[in-house]
């Protein structure tokens, strides 16, 4: 095996035990502000006449917004597992090791000539059923 083709083994350094959690009532009053800022960010921006004037304004109302929300979604319990989650498949993306462009191009030229042989082979199986039930009708 050339030294190019050996390939790295990755280990994941995050252990679960490490993950820190909020108390139930926290997570619970979070969420809470969570919903009420999105409904205020949602009726904010199609009732009130400044918002409805300007559009300009109401997209960095609107993208502010949803960075607040991002930043206390992270603290809840449910936003440190889906960090955890997002940093963990950084990891594993990581470790794809990517065919290069003459595989590629290899294996779709294998692909098209499978699908062409398949469908030729459907289409004379439906040719002689179609000439079958011909000739039984008539």
């Given at each position: ?22 108390s139930l ?42 960075v607040v ?70």
């Open positions: 095996m050339k030294d190019s083709e050996i390939k790295k083994v990755w280990t994941t350094t995050t252990k679960k035990s490490n993950l820190k959690r909020v009532i926290s997570n619970k009053v979070l969420w809470l502000l969570i919903i009420t800022i999105a409904l205020l960010i949602i009726f904010s921006s199609m009732y009130f006449p400044i918002f409805i004037e300007s559009s300009s304004l109401m997209a960095i109302f609107i993208i502010s917004g949803v929300l991002l930043i206390l979604g992270k603290q809840t319990n449910q936003g440190i597992k889906c960090w955890d989650f997002l940093l963990e498949s950084k990891l594993e993306i990581r470790k794809i090791v990517w065919p290069s462009k003459q595989e590629t191009i290899n294996s779709t030229l294998i692909v098209i000539a499978i699908v062409f042989v398949v469908s030729m082979i459907i289409y004379f199986i439906g040719m002689l059923f179609m000439y079958f039930i011909q000739f039984v009708l008539s």
